[in-house]
Protein backbone atom coordinates (compact mmCIF):
# COMPACT_ATOMS: atom_id res chain seq x y z
CA UNK A 1 0.00 0.00 0.00
CA UNK A 2 1.38 3.15 -1.20
CA UNK A 3 1.16 6.61 1.62
CA UNK A 4 -2.35 8.02 -0.74
CA UNK A 5 -3.87 4.89 0.66
CA UNK A 6 -2.48 4.84 3.78
CA UNK A 7 -4.03 8.36 4.12
CA UNK A 8 -7.24 7.24 2.42
CA UNK A 9 -7.78 4.34 5.06
CA UNK A 10 -6.90 6.52 7.90
CA UNK A 11 -9.80 9.20 6.88
CA UNK A 12 -12.01 5.97 6.38
CA UNK A 13 -11.76 4.51 9.96
CA UNK A 14 -12.32 8.29 11.59
CA UNK A 15 -9.18 8.38 13.28
CA UNK A 16 -8.03 11.55 14.24
CA UNK A 17 -5.72 12.49 11.91
CA UNK A 18 -2.48 13.64 13.83
CA UNK A 19 -2.91 10.17 15.26
CA UNK A 20 -3.47 8.93 11.87
CA UNK A 21 0.06 11.09 10.94
CA UNK A 22 1.99 10.07 13.80
CA UNK A 23 1.82 6.51 12.74
CA UNK A 24 2.73 7.12 9.24
CA UNK A 25 5.47 9.08 11.06
CA UNK A 26 6.62 5.57 12.46
CA UNK A 27 6.44 4.09 9.60
CA UNK A 28 8.53 5.94 7.43
CA UNK A 29 12.48 5.50 7.50
CA UNK A 30 15.13 7.76 9.26
CA UNK A 31 18.75 8.40 8.57
CA UNK A 32 18.10 8.40 4.44
CA UNK A 33 21.29 7.77 2.69
CA UNK A 34 20.22 8.57 -1.17
CA UNK A 35 22.24 5.80 -3.49
CA UNK A 36 21.02 6.16 -6.90
CA UNK A 37 18.57 8.06 -9.46
CA UNK A 38 17.60 6.70 -13.07
CA UNK A 39 15.50 8.69 -14.99
CA UNK A 40 13.35 6.92 -17.08
CA UNK A 41 15.10 6.70 -20.75
CA UNK A 42 11.45 6.67 -22.10
CA UNK A 43 9.81 8.84 -20.09
CA UNK A 44 11.71 11.65 -19.20
CA UNK A 45 8.74 12.63 -16.27
CA UNK A 46 9.38 9.92 -14.46
CA UNK A 47 12.26 9.05 -11.96
CA UNK A 48 13.21 5.87 -9.61
CA UNK A 49 15.01 6.63 -6.26
CA UNK A 50 17.08 4.26 -4.62
CA UNK A 51 17.78 4.97 -0.84
CA UNK A 52 18.64 3.38 2.90
CA UNK A 53 17.49 4.07 5.85
CA UNK A 54 16.80 2.57 9.23
CA UNK A 55 12.96 1.07 10.33
CA UNK A 56 13.40 -0.06 14.07
CA UNK A 57 17.26 -0.09 14.23
CA UNK A 58 17.41 -1.56 10.92
CA UNK A 59 19.36 -1.15 7.66
CA UNK A 60 16.22 -0.99 5.06
CA UNK A 61 16.84 -0.53 1.24
CA UNK A 62 13.90 1.45 -0.89
CA UNK A 63 13.12 2.09 -3.93
CA UNK A 64 10.74 5.12 -4.61
CA UNK A 65 9.34 5.98 -7.51
CA UNK A 66 9.33 9.77 -9.01
CA UNK A 67 6.84 11.38 -11.75
CA UNK A 68 6.56 15.31 -12.60
CA UNK A 69 3.28 16.85 -12.43
CA UNK A 70 2.89 20.20 -13.41
CA UNK A 71 6.78 20.95 -13.53
CA UNK A 72 7.20 19.54 -9.63
CA UNK A 73 8.65 16.26 -8.80
CA UNK A 74 6.37 14.16 -6.43
CA UNK A 75 6.79 10.53 -5.27
CA UNK A 76 4.18 8.29 -7.20
CA UNK A 77 5.04 5.09 -4.65
CA UNK A 78 7.79 3.65 -2.27
CA UNK A 79 8.82 0.00 -1.10
CA UNK A 80 10.99 -0.65 1.49
CA UNK A 81 12.72 -3.91 2.55
CA UNK A 82 15.26 -5.53 5.02
CA UNK A 83 16.34 -7.89 2.20
CA UNK A 84 19.70 -6.16 -0.01
Same mark, same amino acid.
Given at each position: $? &???? %? ?7 ? $? ?13 P ?7 ? &? ?6 ? *???? +???? *????? %? &? ?5 ? +?Q +? ?6 ? &?????N *??
Amino acid at each position: $M &NRNG %LETGIKQSG $MDPKKGMEILKAMAPTDLTLTAL &NVDPKDAR *KATL +EATG *KMGGE %L &NHGTIAL +EQ +EDGQWKVA &NQSWTN *KK
